[in-house]
């Protein structure tokens, strides 16, 4: 059964810093893109960006470039995701995300965590 745990999430103020985890179990991450969502109230979910297989590869939705960077660790078997330069408009529900392909819609994912909430203050 495969699990993703979330953690991290919490309040912040404007112009800090969150490194969220996802740590996964049941399945090998060096086989799986991982990857992040989020999702505002009354918003639909939001492709964040993710990782290719063997980290090689980090792709990002461009309005977040430069402020959020994705890694991992295979031998843990967690991926990160680590925001700088925070604003309101980032507080959501941070999902991750696992597939065996690549994806950038919510369609194209295999597996989700529960989500943990980022709190923005300005």
């Known amino acids: 059964q495969v699990q993703l745990v979330e953690s991290g999430g919490g309040l912040v103020q404007a112009g800090g810093s969150l490194r969220l985890s996802c740590e996964a179990s049941g399945l090998t991450l060096k086989s799986y893109v991982m990857g992040w969502f989020r999702q505002a109230p009354g918003k639909e979910r939001e492709f964040v960006g993710y990782?290719?297989?063997?980290?090689?590869?980090?792709y990002y939705t461009d309005s977040l470039k430069g402020r959020f960077t994705i890694s991992r660790d295979n031998a843990k078997n967690t991926v990160y995701l680590q925001m700088n330069s925070l604003k309101p408009e980032d507080t959501a529900v941070y999902y991750c995300a696992a597939a065996e392909q690549r994806f950038t819609t919510v369609l194209g994912v295999d597996y989700w965590g529960q989500g943990t909430q980022v709190t923005v203050s300005s």
């Open positions: 990782n290719s297989w063997s980290g090689g590869r980090t």
